[in-house]
């Protein structure tokens, strides 16, 4: 089973990991009381048996959502962990990218993927430039922008000043936002932002109503085999 979840996305994999451990807690084959080993069957529904099962569902529900906002976007992928690239050019920032993903991955065991990081990122807006369809304009000085988080997978911003500014990379893929406001780290005004990849696999409403529809059957299970 192991195996299946390295297959899955990470607030996937997690929600399965979550569910199999509640199984595995809330229907023992046996239950230790007072010298004795109470069954299943004879437990049936009693205060004890309802007590456990009811924390066992709590603990779940606040263990998956525990993991939904750790994994919630954006995620800086290089908080401190890289040095700023030497220059702008899409080479070097490709590289310094799939550096800060690699990093982040090593880092938090993760499994982010570095596939649809190109030679080039697939929207890149300039200060004071034009801009594609559903992404906005800025002039200079701008200190705060709200961009799209649910149209592409990674983010890299770059916040212009003396020395060659601030760069800043993010995941967009996990959990995934409609919009994301971004603010300067210093004083400096966005000089660009590029994104890469086109899409973000695993929109926040479908894990959600996954959550809601596990909650439902396991609650369902229990309830079964309590009054059996």
Known sequence: MSAFYLLLPHPVAAYFR???MAVQLAMPNVLKSGGRTDTMANRSTSPRSLNYSRNVLLALTAGILLSISASATPIT?????LPQPA???DGTIQAWLIQ???NYNSVHGSTLSTASVGAHPDVKVNQAASAP???PTFGANTLSITLPANLNEYLVLHWGGK???VYQAFDLS???EGSDTFTAPGKNGLSFYSFYGESAPVPEPGTLAMLGSGMLGLA???RRKLKA
């Open 220 to 222: 369902g299970v229990l």
């Open 87 to 89: 220059n702008a050019g």
């Open 18 to 20: 979550y569910m199999s």
């Open 77 to 81: 992928l290089n908080a401190g962990v």
């Open 163 to 165: 020395g060659g500014g």
């Open 133 to 135: 369809a559903g992404y």
């Open 100 to 102: 800060a993903i690699n």
């Open 174 to 176: 996990t959990i995934p």
